[in-house]
């Protein structure tokens, strides 16, 4: 997740904090129950993008994107793309 859209980035119980950074933030979650063939979990993740901040990345805006990966037993086996971060 692009670093400067958290509120207070240190502040995320799981953010990988050898693995982040001033530009990205890697966050890690794990689940309290098997997760099934067909099963949805939700991580929500707090962010905002004002008009000061998208003023300020203007020309890196469309780059940027946050990533979620699933890994079962190490093996990663679901990729989702995160593209449209707006300014709200």
Same mark, same amino acid.
């Given at each position: 997740?692009?670093?400067?859209?958290?509120?207070?980035?240190?502040?995320?119980?799981?953010?990988?904090?050898? $693995?982040?950074?001033?530009?990205?933030?890697?966050?890690?979650? $794990?689940?309290?129950?098997? &997760? &099934?063939?067909?099963?949805?979990?939700?991580?929500?993740?707090?962010?905002? %993008? !004002?008009?000061? &901040?998208? !003023?300020?990345?203007?020309?890196?805006? !469309?780059?940027?994107?946050?990533?979620?990966?699933?890994? %079962? !037993?190490?093996?990663?086996?679901?990729?989702? %793309?995160?593209?449209?971060?707006?300014?709200?």
């Amino acid at each position: 997740m692009p670093t400067p859209f958290l509120p207070e980035p240190r502040s995320f119980v799981a953010r990988v904090d050898d $693995r982040s950074g001033p530009d990205i933030t890697l966050l890690r979650t $794990r689940l309290k129950r098997p &997760l &099934l063939v067909g099963d949805s979990n939700e991580f929500k993740i707090p962010y905002r %993008v !004002d008009s000061s &901040l998208y !003023d300020k990345y203007d020309g890196v805006w !469309d780059s940027w994107t946050a990533t979620a990966r699933a890994f %079962v !037993d190490g093996e990663l086996v679901e990729e989702r %793309v995160v593209s449209d971060l707006q300014n709200f």
